[in-house]
Nanobody, 119 residues
Framework: QVQLVESGGGLVQAGGSLRLSCVVSGIDQIRSIGWYRQDTSKPREFIAVISPYGSARYEDSVKGRFTVSRDSGKNTAYLQMNSLKPEDTGVYYC??????????????WGQGTQVTVSP
């Protein structure tokens, strides 16, 4: 069973930075890993994804500010978030993806990590 553990969230002022981590266990194959964000009363939305080979894709609102990376040959990924805005506030989740080219998470969602950006 796939297990997902996110960490690294916190409270930061607008313009600040945070680095989130995602550790995936329970799966042998190296998969694409996606990052998602959910704010109160809103649907969970796609933020970024990284392929097993390091290719990345981003949602438009975070392009140029967020960078996704991973440990080579492992199902561990990171989300470096710079120039944070209050609208980036939410619970951040990661998941393993069926495919890189479109949002296709298939693991059970973890607890997520809370990111709060103050004005």
């Amino acid at each position: 069973q796939v297990q997902l553990v996110e960490s690294g969230g916190g409270l930061v002022q607008a313009g600040g930075s945070l680095r989130l981590s995602c550790v995936v266990s329970g799966i042998d194959q190296i998969r694409s890993i996606g990052w998602y964000r959910q704010d109160t009363s809103k649907p969970r939305e796609f933020i970024a994804v990284i392929s097993p080979y390091g290719s990345a894709r981003y949602e438009d609102s975070v392009k140029g500010r967020f960078t996704v990376s991973r440990d080579s040959g492992k199902n561990t990924a990171y989300l470096q978030m710079n120039s944070l805005k209050p609208e980036d506030t939410g619970v951040y989740y990661c998941n393993v993806e069926r495919t890189f080219v479109e949002s296709s998470p298939f693991g059970s969602w973890g607890q997520g990590t809370q990111v709060t950006v103050s004005p």
